[in-house]
């Protein structure tokens, strides 16, 4: 790391050359001389800067990280009596731009939250702000998330953390220290806004989705041997488990499935035949948890991976880093034991998670369409056009205030719903919130369509460009359909609402 001294800008402004080439950024002095053969826009755009105060040239076109990266080795001073304007984040910062945060961190009183909410969520933050260059890189390639990962974020309580409250945290440790027993939906809502925050849709589901869908039936309906070796092995991210219940024939109409189970003669196992498509972690999964259908009907199955399953990656819109499967189980052998709750009763089974997994998806989304507001805010103060920074534009402040009021509709109800869940019976909220929860989600993903087209239209070419300013935004816009689908699509959300609804239609009501 260079030593770092102090400079006039006179001094500065002498370092011209190809080979001695001197930047000012933000009241700092950088050597760019060597750095200047390998920037990605060209040598010469650097060169023909050396010594000037590029700062704003620098905001115009780069992401802040750039700086954070490049600094220590090409920092080399200050400029003399000049304070710089910029801040540059710690790991766990929150955020300060408005709207950067649900209303409970700008300042505003809630009924809901404390501060055993806020240490959470900073300390959630923090670790992903350190894992997060990697997360960047692993959206780019495509690559799975490593066990050393994995167990890292097991022996932090991460992993935990995106689960519930619930019996299955009792001994873990839990980000900020939160003691399981004081652990609430409020924090795990957090736990999914930040896991979103990352930026990096294929890798937030890598270490956030397969296990949140496929480990619940374990811990609700497995029997107690089961529970006491896979829930700890999956928690401390030892092993890796998915949800496999959709098939080529079979998505929302899940009654429709053909993998079958058939019973030994014995009467000890059931050899498992069929596909399973879109089954996501299932291309690195350790364990399955599997709908087939037996003699008595659809029932769920814990499997563990052996060589008569084959999990192939298939390709979708978003990072090969959550590891998507096309999975074929081909006399698959798997004990009796093993069977999820009752046999032929697997659709209650699979339904029990449901209004979990929908709710958690409500989180991701305002999560993920929070960042995509806070950068263009950022954005569209510090982008100048026709001499005017994006923000003087009234139809660039119109934009905002639609994607604004939107997001803060949905993530108000989002928390009233939350604390509905941390104050009923998890059977009267399958009874009462399943209704309420499908709408919200499918609100939810209306509001990040629109965000997103909005959002496009304010980065301009570099909404729709995979690196850079606009990175969050393009991978926002070609991901935010996920949420729209998995779980149940926006159709099928919208009708079980208001079918719902109609179950406690007051038979006597009349216009
Ligand atoms: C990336 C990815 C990851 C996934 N991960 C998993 C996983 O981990 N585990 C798993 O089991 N599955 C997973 N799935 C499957 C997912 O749950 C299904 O895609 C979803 O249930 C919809 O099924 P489908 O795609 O077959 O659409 P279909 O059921 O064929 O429906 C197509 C469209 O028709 C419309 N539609 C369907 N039914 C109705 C209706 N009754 N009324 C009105 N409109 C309707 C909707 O617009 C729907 O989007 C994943 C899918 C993807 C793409």
């Known amino acids: 790391m260079p030593e770092i001294k102090v400079f006039s800008r ?90 950067g945060e649900p209303s409970y961190w700008m ?41 050393e990962l994995y167990m890292k974020l097991g022996e932090a309580g991460i992993l935990a953390s995106q689960i519930g409250p619930g019996p299955w945290l009792k001994g873990l440790k839990l980000p900020a220290d939160i003691k399981p027993e004081d652990f609430d939906y409020f924090h795990e809502l957090i736990a999914h806004q930040e896991t979103a925050r990352l930026g990096t849709p294929g890798f937030a589901d890598s270490i956030s ?30 092993k890796r488990i998915c949800l496999a219940i959709t098939e080529p024939y079979a998505g929302s109409d899940v009654a429709r499935i053909r993998t079958t189970a058939t019973r030994t003669a014995d009467g000890k196992h059931f050899i498992l035949n069929g596909v399973k498509k879109w089954i996501t972690n299932g291309a690195f999964a350790d364990y399955f948890t599997v709908a087939a259908r037996t003699e008595k009907g659809i029932t ?69 369409t929070r960042v995509v507001i806070e950068e263009c805010f950022k954005w569209a103060n510090q982008r100048k056009v026709f ?58 993903t209306r509001v990040a369509h629109n965000v997103s087209d909005d959002a496009c239209q304010i980065f301009g070419g570099r909404g729709i460009t995979k690196t850079g300013m606009g990175r969050n935004i393009e991978a926002f816009q070609r991901t935010y359909k996920f949420g729209a689908i998995l779980g149940g699509s926006e159709e099928i959300m919208a009708d079980l609402g208001i079918r719902q609804a109609m179950k406690f239609f007051p038979k006597g009501a009349k216009l």
């Not at 700062?55 to 090409?74: C, N, S």
């Not at 702000?129 to 997360?135: G, H, L, N, R, S």
């Not at 811990?219 to 991210?237: D, T």
């Not at 660039?396 to 939350?418: G, P």
């Open 300 to 368: 769920m199955f814990f499997v563990e991976r052996d060589d008569n399953i084959e999990t192939k990656q298939i390709k979708t819109s978003y990072s090969p880093a959550a590891g998507t499967a096309y999975i074929t189980l081909e006399n698959v052998k798997v004990p009796a034991e093993n069977i999820l709750g009752k046999e032929g009763q697997g659709f209650q089974v699979i339904m029990y998670n449901f209004n979990h997994e929908r709710w958690y998806i409500c989180g991701a989304m305002t999560g993920a």
């Open 10 to 99: 006179a001094e500065v402004a002498k370092h011209n050359t190809e080979d001695d080439c001197w930047i000012i950024i933000d009241g700092a002095v950088y050597d760019v001389s060597t750095f200047a053969q390998l920037h990605p826009g060209g040598s010469q755009i650097l060169i023909e800067l050396g010594g000037k105060d590029v700062t704003e040239d620098f905001y115009g076109l780069h992401r802040q990280e750039i700086l954070i990266k490049y600094a220590p080795r090409l920092k080399i001073g200050t400029i003399e009596n000049e304070v710089a304007q910029v801040t540059m984040p710690v790991p766990g910062d929150l955020s300060t731009v408005p709207f």
């Open 209 to 238: 989705s397969g296990y949140s869908i496929g480990l619940p039936p374990i811990f609700n309906f497995g029997s107690p041997a089961l529970k006491a070796k896979v829930v700890p092995e999956v928690l401390l991210g030892k």
């Open 387 to 444: 001499g005017k920074r994006l923000i003087d534009q009234p139809v660039i402040r119109n934009k905002l205030a639609a994607m604004v009021s939107q997001l803060e509709a949905v993530e108000n109800w989002l928390e009233n719903i939350t604390y509905q869940m941390c104050n009923m019976s998890y059977e009267e909220q399958s009874v009462r919130l399943a209704g309420p929860i499908a709408l919200l989600k499918y609100q939810c």
């Open 107 to 147: 300042g505003f009183k809630s009924a809901y939250f404390n501060e055993s909410h806020t240490r959470f969520r900073k300390a959630v933050r923090a670790i992903y702000d350190e894992i997060k260059p990697d997360a960047i890189l692993a959206e780019d390639q495509g690559t799975y998330p490593s066990k």
